[in-house]
């Protein structure tokens, strides 16, 4: 699966924007997918995961209320929508795909990053 992530860039606290994953190459519909973040100085950390069915999800606690994940595996698509925006909010965000994963905790495969900006 390759994965490209898009979608990032620079807004105010208390803004929003919406990540989104494309993915190629073997079936889409097949895997659980998740982001993930990284801040500066900052060790990768879990943010959301979307089951392979798409009917369950999970948040990190500090994101739970104010992200969003999905997918439309029509489109081989993932999505992260953020609302709320905080200025720790601030990473580059990875998107991920574990193969019949319900909750993506060991992904086979990465994406490349997409940074998000919060300013305070």
């Known amino acids: 699966v390759q994965l490209q992530a898009s979608g990032g860039g620079l807004v105010q606290a208390g803004g929003s924007l919406r990540l989104s994953c494309s993915a190629s190459?073997?079936?889409?519909?097949?895997?659980?997918m998740g982001w993930f973040r990284q801040a500066p100085g900052k060790e990768r950390e879990f943010v959301a995961s979307i089951s392979w069915s798409g009917g369950s999800t999970a948040y990190a606690d500090s994101v739970k209320g104010r992200f969003t994940i999905s997918r439309d595996n029509a489109r081989n698509t993932l999505y992260l929508q953020m609302n709320s925006l905080k200025p720790e909010d601030t990473a580059v965000y990875y998107c991920?795909?574990?193969?019949?994963?319900?909750?993506?905790?060991?992904?086979?495969?990465w994406g490349q990053g997409t940074q998000v900006t919060v300013s305070s």
């Open positions: 991920a795909a574990e193969f019949r994963a319900t909750y993506v905790s060991a992904p086979h495969y």
């Open positions: 190459g073997r079936t889409f519909s097949s895997y659980g």
